[in-house]
């Protein structure tokens, strides 16, 4: 069995704690009914990026749980199960980008956006409602209108906030070679 490093298991903790507080004090409700515009997404597709589908699956899980938990509706398992689908598809779809080298140019924001996008319709277009319909039974066209404004709305704030966050660590990075003497 292969064994967390510390530097992924902490990577777990602060992307599930930022996907919380995002999740809970930075939202603007949608006029669907139980859904809002959050950024949480544009950081856990940071996280899956930098630490991989594991870091992703897991912060995008607990996070999202404890948002639920938090608000105190009670933990909606369809949509937390979803939400650690998407961390775990980003870091999937996301491996040859890679933000420790320091690269993060036209066509890695190309693939992040692309693989963000595929990987939001894959779990508000089917994942979330389709376990909604199994686990609590609730009327498809809700589900769906839900799904629909979710996918949207966490797409572009995923677009630009997880963007954004890629490029800045990767501008953080120094580039191979750029710390040699010059003569």
């Known amino acids: 069995m292969k064994k967390f490093s510390v530097k992924t298991v902490v990577a777990i903790a602060v992307g599930a704690a930022l996907f919380f507080v995002c999740g809970r004090f930075i939202a603007i409700p949608s006029p669907v009914?139980?859904?809002?515009?959050?950024?949480?997404?544009?950081?856990?597709?940071?996280?899956?990026?930098?630490?991989?589908?594991?870091?992703?699956?897991?912060?995008?899980?607990?996070?999202?749980?404890?948002?639920?938990?938090?608000?105190?509706?009670?933990?909606?398992?369809?949509?937390?199960?979803?939400?650690?689908?998407?961390?775990?598809?980003?870091?999937?779809?996301?491996?040859?980008?890679?933000?420790?080298?320091?690269?993060?140019?036209?066509a890695e924001i190309i693939r992040f956006n692309v693989s963000q996008l595929v990987c939001h319709i894959i779990c508000w277009g089917l994942v979330a409602p389709v376990l909604d319909i199994l686990i609590y039974q609730e009327p498809v066209e809700k589900l769906f209108a839900q799904g629909l404004v979710s996918g949207i709305?966490?797409?572009?704030?995923?677009?630009?906030?997880?963007?954004?966050?890629?490029?800045?660590?990767?501008?953080?990075?120094?580039?191979?070679?750029?710390l040699k003497k010059e003569d």
């Open 33 to 106: 009914p139980n859904t809002s515009i959050t950024i949480q997404y544009g950081v856990l597709a940071f996280v899956a990026v930098l630490f991989g589908p594991v870091a992703g699956l897991l912060a995008g899980f607990i996070g999202h749980a404890l948002v639920d938990f938090a608000a105190g509706w009670g933990v909606w398992w369809s949509w937390v199960i979803a939400s650690g689908v998407f961390g775990l598809l980003m870091g999937i779809a996301t491996k040859k980008i890679d933000l420790e080298g320091g690269e993060f140019g036209k």
């Open 153 to 178: 709305s966490n797409a572009v704030t995923t677009a630009i906030i997880g963007t954004l966050l890629c490029i800045a660590y990767a501008k953080a990075k120094p580039k191979a070679g750029s």
